[in-house]
């Protein structure tokens, strides 16, 4: 894959030095300081750092369900203040609604919008052997396992017809076996798809794996410590999980992790 930042040069998601405090017992404690970064259309942004660091915090930011104290968000050009709605977010559970079915699960989004019912249900039928769900269309979320349920999760939040997808942790409480399978899944669903994902995740392996770039965030507050390029080459489907390069790169991020908690303890 060619790199997505050299290909365009007007990113889809601008985030101009954005700090957020909150009150804790009347203390303010300040969560992200002076956050900027960009990323391009069709590009898979990695985001690490310790718990604490406002990561969660971010993407509530972008999404509109909380608005920062300095600084501005750009979605797409727009430097309108509503950004409810204008990116598709999928936290850490899949919030999947028990009394709906997987197939109503997942066009949850296009019903919002008013889009056609019937029209979504057809492209969402057409997806599911994609994402390893044909002939689960008709069951309850309780019935699936915990990759399933996380299939389906990513798939709602695909179909939200979106270019920028905001997806804080998700394979996190997974198994190991689990896990790799569904970040393969992923990329693959990204290629094919092009959206731009930005990939909240602690785990230093998944972060090089996945992403085109890693954005490094030291401890509280929140600041972009390092950023790293990850010159591996795609699909990554055929790459080695031990090759050299792989393995640098890890190296590399745990350094940058280290040197931001210094940083910030000082």
């Known amino acids: 894959m060619n790199d997505p930042v050299m290909n365009h040069t007007t990113p889809c ?3 101009r030095h954005v700090s957020k405090t909150f009150r804790d ?3 303010p404690v300040r969560a992200l300081d002076n956050i900027s970064f960009a990323a391009y259309p069709g590009e898979f942004v990695t985001i690490i750092g310790p718990s604490g660091s406002g990561k969660s915090t971010l993407f509530n930011l ?12 750009v979605i797409e050009c727009d430097t309108a203040q509503r950004r409810a709605g204008r990116v598709g977010y999928m936290p850490q559970r899949d919030l999947l609604l028990p009394w709906r079915t997987v197939l109503n699960n997942v ?15 057809r492209e969402a039928r057409a997806m599911l052997p994609l994402c390893g769900l044909e002939g689960f ?3 309850f979320p309780d019935t699936l396992s915990g990759g399933m349920r996380q299939r389906a999760a990513l798939l709602r939040t695909f179909l939200t017809g979106r270019d920028v997808l905001l997806l804080d942790e998700p394979f996190g409480a997974l198994d190991a076996l ?33 992403a085109d770039r890693v954005l490094v965030f030291s401890a509280r507050p929140g600041r972009i410590a390092r950023e ?23 190296m590399e991020l745990l350094d940058a992790l280290e040197a931001g908690n210094d940083q910030n303890a000082r």
């Open 228 to 250: 790293l390029r990850v010159d591996l080459p795609r699909p990554r489907e055929s790459l080695s999980l031990l090759s050299e390069r792989l393995r640098a790169l890890e």
């Open 107 to 121: 066009i949850l989004g296009p019903e919002l919008d008013g889009r056609s019912k019937r029209a979504e249900r």
């Open 62 to 73: 972008i999404t509109g369900l909380a608005e920062s104290d300095e600084g501005e968000i």
């Open 13 to 15: 998601l601008e985030v």
């Open 178 to 210: 689990t896990r790799r399978e569904l970040q393969h899944w992923l990329l693959g669903v990204w290629q094919r798809f092009q959206k731009t994902i930005l990939f909240i995740t602690h785990d230093v392996e998944e972060a090089v794996f996945l």
């Open 137 to 139: 269309e008709n069951a």
């Open 25 to 27: 017992g009347g203390r």
